[in-house]
């Protein structure tokens, strides 16, 4: 029988350890783990040369609020498990060549993993999951600790830019989806730090983003296909053409979106509005403490939404969505903003966590 957490303090909370810490999306791990009603920093992890290294001594905070002061005491610990891995939570914010070499060991020593990075996103047997989309692909883990002898787990979340896509096209399904096109203007936090070079970005807009066209076509199939008991079933190429452009904007946070989309049903506006703002799902019912009261927010103001203004929409969590247009009975466009570091990185991880603690697989 599983266990059911509500959004309640927990008496004893689960500690987290942090690999990655120092980057953009490990910072904001750790400034969300601050007062977490689950959760508790337990440890940071860094390469060799910082071993022993007291965490705000390390690390060059870029979040916008402060770092919370008992953090920056933390000294960093190994990036490799030893035996205190079995049963641990581990939030992974490595690069992708670290986390494929670092991620599975973890998982091999006993440790549930949540990875933000995109090195096994498309693995058959590891789950990328948007929680109020496909839950449902953690029945994977099962597959995954048979097939690979692992004890522990790995679970990863998306791209940023398809996280917030996948939240808007989610509730479209109901009228079909057979054509999705998106062209993404991405901020320069999605790079990590330093990023992008100024020089590069003032005054500029870059009309490429190295491999992120290809994630956003393919995680987006993984997380709105289906899931047997052991393999996943991505949308068909056939059934739902999916086509992506991808551009880096001069923006801090916040990832802008310009979709349109070819629908079966042919719904009218109200109709899909009516869609996205009764969308709720498992975290919003399990009241999982970064679950978002509204995961879509639908805005009727004609220059809506902004990075500047809507970024922080359910405390980075929600997904503003505005500017819907009809250009024929079939065809329909809209805009959407997420917050790339929070929804699309750091949150994304730690709900995906929270998930897992109220189903029961980080007992």
Not at 40 to 50: E, H, K, P, Q, Y
Not at 131 to 140: G, Q, S, V
Not at 231 to 236: D, E, N
Not at 305 to 319: C, L, T
């Amino acid at each position: 029988m599983r266990r059911i957490y509500t959004g309640e303090a927990l008496e004893r909370k689960k500690p987290v350890i942090v690999l990655g810490a120092t980057g953009l999306v490990g910072q904001r791990v750790i400034a969300m783990l601050e007062g977490h009603p689950w959760f508790t920093l337990g440890a940071v992890a860094a390469s060799d040369r910082r071993i022993g290294a007291r965490y705000g001594d390390a690390v060059q905070w870029k979040v916008e609020t402060p770092p919370p002061a008992a953090a920056l005491d933390v000294r960093l610990t190994p990036a490799t498990p030893d035996a205190s891995a079995q049963g641990a939570l581990v939030v992974s914010a490595l690069p992708a060549d670290e986390a494929r070499e670092l991620e599975p060991l973890w998982a091999q020593a006993g440790a549930v993993v949540l990875s933000n990075a995109s090195a096994y996103r498309m693995a058959d047997d590891v789950p990328l999951i948007v929680p109020e989309i496909n839950p449902d692909h953690l029945a994977m883990i099962e597959t995954q600790r048979m097939r690979r002898g692992w004890p522990g787990a790995l679970i990863t979340n998306p791209n940023c830019s398809t996280i917030g896509l996948t939240l808007a096209l989610a509730p479209l399904r109901l009228f079909g989806l057979r054509r999705v096109i998106v062209t993404t203007f991405q901020a320069v936090s999605g790079a990590g730090y330093p990023g992008v070079p100024s020089l590069d970005m003032i005054d500029n807009i870059i009309p490429y983003i190295g491999g992120e066209e290809d994630k956003l076509e393919t995680e987006t199939r993984k997380i709105l296909g289906g899931v047997l008991p052991d393999a996943f079933q991505p949308l068909g190429a056939k059934e739902t053409r999916i086509s992506a452009t991808c551009v880096r904007a001069p923006v801090r946070d916040g990832h802008l979106e310009v979709v349109s989309v070819e629908l079966a049903a042919r719904p009218d506006v109200d109709d899909i509005v009516r869609a996205w703002r009764a969308f709720t799902a498992e975290p919003q019912r399990l009241s999982l403490p970064n679950a978002p009261a509204a995961p879509l927010v639908y805005r009727e103001e004609r220059d809506r939404p902004q990075p500047i203004a809507d970024r922080m929409a359910g405390d980075g969590m929600s997904v503003s969505i505005g500017r819907l247009r009809a250009h024929d009975t079939l065809t329909h466009s809209f805009v959407l903003l997420s917050h790339n570091t929070i929804r699309g990185a750091a949150g994304a991880a730690l709900l995906n966590a929270e998930l897992a603690l109220a189903r029961g697989l980080l007992d």
